[in-house]
């Protein structure tokens, strides 16, 4: 897309909560825009609401954006920028001047209705099927009425005028869209106790910030034509230079098809950092959500998102979020690392509170050699724990299930006679040992797999987990022995 002026686009979280999918989703594309265009990206922070918003949940923003790798070059605290503060609440003499510019120019006018009679009217409207919306009610309110309101003791909202004619934009997304009068009533931009909304912070900010492009989620296209409206009178009054363009991103769907809400666990970023996703491998996933990379590719690097992302090429249907192709593809990206560094990643979940065996009991050497056959199987980080623990727990953990499923048959008949085998086999070498479990097998009439799960579930206390022979031959014959004598002996007792 040729554009003359340079692009800026900006990430505007308010700080409630935990972030989330959604939320990362916006980031990554508006990131990948600007990095694509050689453009700008700018951080702000929506906390003008000191009810919701908490100084906890900014840090929690801080912490999520860096570790998914998004870099600003505009942005609150220690990287500031020509516009800072880039905190909406420390701009509210900001947002008070602008309000005044916009009243004194006639764009604005104060609303003395009561909640009572804004209900009252809304419900006579439905009733006589008419549109519901704020009714223009105090766009005229001569001085005479003003005075009697006020002695009255009313207080009173700010409200925008919005034009009465349609507006009509072409979303990035979505192409030419819409909206009529009837639908877009004058709406409230400053509270009776003269506080701000978000309805007036957020395009004044992306005004004076001079946004390109504001790229967000589809349930925010229904503010879109009250800014365009807004944007034309800031325009007007000489304080915003240029309209924005819009893009509005495809809904998240999540379980059974319907809309990933905020409050839903598996939309909680924090889920997906502490199971051991790596970023790349969760913005990779991400980036599908709306966008695809190419017909028969869906595995990259940021690197290569960033190269080929464009705003115009995100699809505006609703996205699902699939939690095993997110997996897929975080394995996919666990096995392209280099070994190093996937070691180095899994240090966290080599420790406690992962791990649960005692820090002196850890071998590193034995780590090294079993961390590449962890690397080609598990999918997220987290799963290297119970996958390792065999080697570094005193005694193998106890999984009921997995006993019940192993110790079926006459697991002690056939556990004696693998272990003789395995005690003459050859411990510098997997294909021995399996020899050695292949042969005990067949002396009681077992395939290989249902030979192995006893030996299995002896050593590892599991019915899954790695390459059992390298396994075997990484634990060691003393060790491995010896658990399957305290299975025998479990067994016969
Ligand atoms: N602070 C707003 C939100 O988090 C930003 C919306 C927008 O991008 O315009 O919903
Ligand atoms: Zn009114």
Known sequence: MASASPVRVRFCPSPTGNPHVGLVRTALFNWAFARHHGGTFVFRIEDTDAARDSEESYEQLLDSLRWLGFTWDEGPDEVGGPHAPYRQSQRMDIYADV????????????????????????????????????????RVVTEEQKAAYEAE???????????????????????????TPENVP????????????????????DALMEITHVLRGEDLLSSTPRQIALYKALIELGVAKDIPQFGHLPYVMGEGNKKLSKRDPQASLNLYRERGFLPQGLVNYLSLLGWSFSKDQDIFTLDEMVAK??????????????????????????????????????????????????????DAAAWDRIAPYAQTRVTVL??????????????????????????????????TTAREKLDAADWNDPESLKQ??????????????????????????????LPLFESLEILGKERSLARIDATLAKLAG
């Open 153 to 179: 003791g009313r207080t009173s909202i700010v409200r925008f005028r919005m034009p009465d004619e349609p507006i009509t934009f072409q979303d990035l997304v979505r192409g030419e869209l819409t909206f």
């Open 436 to 465: 050695a479990v292949l042969d005990a097998g067949e002396a009681h009439g077992l395939k290989l797999g249902k030979a192995q799960a006893p030996v299995r579930v002896a050593v590892t206390g599991r019915t899954v987990g």
């Open 186 to 205: 004058d709406y409230g931009i400053l509270r009776a106790n003269g506080a701000p909304l978000y309805t007036l912070v957020n395009p004044v900010d």
């Open 309 to 362: 992302f464009d705003i115009t090429d995100v699809n505006a249907n609703p996205a699902r979020f699939d939690l095993k192709k997110c997996e897929s593809i975080n394995g996919d990206h666990i096995r392209m690392m280099e070994p190093k560094a996937f070691a180095d990643a899994c240090t966290p979940w080599l420790q406690a509170p992962h791990a649960n065996w005692a820090p002196e009991d850890f």
């Open 99 to 138: 309000a005044k510019k916009l009243l004194d120019g006639g764009y604005a006018y104060h609303c003395y209705c009561t909640a009572e009679e804004l209900d009252e009217r809304r419900e006579l409207a439905r009733r006589e099927g008419r549109p519901s919306g704020y009714d223009g009610t105090c």
């Open 382 to 415: 987290s799963d290297i724990t119970a996958n390792v623990d065999f080697l570094f727990l005193k005694e193998p953990v106890e999984d009921q299930a997995s006993w019940d499923k192993a110790m079926k048959g006459e697991p002690a008949a056939l556990l």
